[in-house]
C-alpha cells in the first residue's frame, strides 16, 4: 500500500517536472509575477482614475457621487485649463525641437574618437544623471532676480543693461522660455545617447561607399546617415514627448504654474485641483487630458518598432 | 579629411559640453561661498571659499537623513524589481513569436503611463486601503510599478545577446532548464544586471511626484523632496547649501552613469526596436 502511494507520488512529481519543463509552462510561470504586480499597480489605478473622472470625489469625502463628464465640461470651459493644455504643447514641442538639433549634433561629434572624448561626454551626460527635482531648485538660483548668473553674463557680455535685467521666472513670457530651456536642458543627454547608438550603428561600408559616391557633409547626412538612423532617433524623440508632456517636476519647481498661470501646464494643475484644493475627481479629468499625448506616441512606437525590425 | 571630422567634433562638443555642465560649476562656486556673499555683486568670482555650507547640511538638515530615506528606498526597490523583472524578462526574450513580442511591447508601455495620471487615485489607495501615508512603505510599493517595466525591457535586450545554443549545450549535458538558467545565463548576464541595478535606483532617486504626494513629514521625505521643501527657512533660501545638496548625490551618479552607458544602450535598443 505505502510502496504504490510512494510510486504514484513519485510518478506526480515527475509529471510536474515535466510538465514545468516544458516551454509554454515555465514562460507563464516566470512572467506572470511581474504582469500581475503591473497590473495591480498600474491597471488598476489607471482604471480608478477614469472612475474618480466621472464622479466628484474630494479628498475629505469618500466616495464622491457619479457626475458624468461635468468634470470634462467644466475644464473645457476653463480657461486656466485651456492655457494649460496649450502650454503643455509648447513645452512640449519646442523643448523637443531644441534637443532633436542638439543631440543630432552633439551624436555625429561624438562618434569618432579624439582626445578627451570621454571627459566630453561625462560633462554632456551630467544633466540625465543628476537628479531633475535637485537640478531645477539649481535653476531657481541661476534665474534669481537679483543675483542671476545669467544676467551677469548678459550684463558683462552687453547684451542687456545693468539696470534693466530679466526676471527670469517672474514675467509671463521670460517664465515660459526658462522652464522650456530647462526641460531641453536635461533631456537633451539622453537623446543625444540614444542618437549616438544609432549613428555608430551605421556600417563603415555605408559611409564609405558614400564617400566614394562623392557624398559629403549635409548631402550625405541627408541622403545615408538619416534614413538608417531614423527608426531609433524617432523612438528617442518619443520618449522624450511622453517624460516632457508628462512630467511635473520642472513646471513645479521652478513657477509652479505661475506668473498668473502663464506656465501652468497639465500637471501642474492637475495636482493644484486633485491634491492641494482636494478636489480629486476635477484633478483626475485635467490629468486624463495627457492621454492624446500618450496615445500619439504609443502609436508611433508600435509603427516605428515594426519598421525597424522589417529593415 | 581627418583634422577635419576632428575640428568639426571639437567645435560641436566643446561649447555644448560647456553650456550643460555650466550649471553644475556654477552650483560648485556657490557652495563654497560664504552665505552672506551671494547677493553681493562685487564677490561674483572673487571670495574667500569656505566649506560652511556642507556643515550646515550635515549638521542642521535632515539631508543625512534624506539621503539615508532615499537610499532604503532604492535598495528595497532593487531587490524586489530584480525578483520580479529578471525572470520575466528572460522569458520573454526566450519566448519566440507574435505572443512574446506583443507581451514585451505591452509591458513597456506601461512604463510610459506617467506618475502624474495615476498619483491621485494612488494617493486614495495608499491612504485609504493601504494606510501606508506618511510612511517609506507607501514609496516601497509604488515604485517599483514603474521600475519593473523598465528593468524587464532592458534585461530582455540583455538576454538577447546571449546565445541560445550555450543552454541548450547545457541542457544535453544533463542541466535542467532551470539549472541552465542559474549556472549558464544569470553569470554571463551579470553586467546586464548590474547595470539595470543601477538605473532602477537612479530612478528612485529621481522620483519626485509619488514621494511628494504621499510623505508629508520631514523625517520621512526622500532627496528629491527633502532638499526643496526643507531646506528653504521661511523665505530665505541657504543657497550654498542647496547647491551643495545638489551637488552631493549628483557627481557620483554621472560618474557611474558614464561607466555603464554602454550597457544601458546595449539592453535599451536591444529589446525589440531591432
Known sequence: ?311 | MAWRSRAFSYGVVVPFAALLAFPFAWMAVTSLKPEAQVYDPTKVWSFHPTLAAYGFLFHHTDYLLWLRNSCLVGLMVVVITLAFAVPAGYALARLAGRIGRALGVAIFLTYLVPPTLLFLPLSRVISQYLHLSDRLWALVVVYPSFTIPFAIWLLMGFFKTIPQELEDAALVDGCSRFGALVRIVFPISAPGILTVVIFTFSLVLNEFVYAITFISSSANRTLPVGVPTDLIRGDLFNWPGIMAAILLPSIPLALVYNLFLNRFITGFTGGAFR
Open chain 1, 1 to 311: 500500500m505505502g510502496a504504490v502511494a510512494a510510486a504514484t507520488g513519485r510518478h506526480r512529481r515527475r509529471r510536474l517536472r515535466y510538465a514545468a519543463e516544458g516551454r509554454g509552462v515555465l514562460a507563464t510561470l516566470l512572467i506572470s509575477p511581474a504582469v500581475l504586480f503591473i497590473a495591480a499597480l498600474v491597471g488598476v489605478p489607471f482604471g480608478l482614475a477614469i472612475y474618480l473622472s466621472f464622479t466628484d470625489a474630494t479628498a475629505g469625502s469618500l466616495s464622491g457621487k457619479w457626475v458624468g463628464l461635468d468634470n470634462f465640461t467644466g475644464a473645457v470651459h476653463d480657461a486656466i485649463f485651456r492655457g494649460a493644455l496649450w502650454h503643455t504643447f509648447l513645452f512640449t514641442l519646442i523643448s523637443q525641437a531644441v534637443v532633436i538639433v542638439v543631440a543630432g549634433l552633439l551624436a555625429h561629434a561624438l562618434v569618432h574618437g579624439f582626445r578627451g572624448r570621454w571627459f566630453l561626454r561625462f560633462l554632456v551626460l551630467l544633466p540625465w544623471a543628476a537628479p531633475v527635482a535637485l537640478t531645477a531648485i539649481g535653476f531657481l538660483w541661476f534665474y534669481d532676480p537679483q543675483a542671476s548668473i545669467f544676467n551677469w553674463f548678459l550684463v558683462h557680455l552687453h547684451i542687456v543693461s545693468a539696470n534693466n535685467v530679466p526676471n527670469w521666472l517672474g514675467t509671463p513670457k521670460a517664465a515660459m522660455s526658462s522652464i522650456i530651456t530647462v526641460q531641453a536642458w536635461r533631456t537633451v543627454p539622453f537623446a543625444t545617447v540614444i542618437f549616438l547608438a544609432g549613428v555608430s550603428s551605421i556600417p563603415q561600408e555605408v559611409d564609405d561607399a558614400a564617400a566614394i559616391d562623392g557624398a559629403t557633409g549635409l548631402h550625405k547626412f541627408w541622403y545615408v546617415s538619416l534614413p538608417l538612423l531614423l527608426p531609433i532617433a524617432i523612438v528617442a524623440v518619443l520618449f522624450g514627448v511622453v517624460f516632457t508632456a508628462t512630467d511635473m517636476v520642472v513646471p513645479y519647481i521652478l513657477t509652479n504654474g505661475g506668473p498668473f498661470n502663464s506656465t501652468q501646464v497639465l500637471t501642474t494643475y492637475a495636482f493644484q485641483t486633485g491634491i492641494n484644493a482636494g478636489n480629486i475627481g476635477e484633478g483626475a479629468a485635467i490629468a486624463l487630458f495627457m492621454l492624446p499625448f500618450l496615445a500619439v506616441v504609443v502609436i508611433g512606437m508600435l509603427f516605428f518598432a515594426r519598421r525597424a525590425e522589417v529593415a
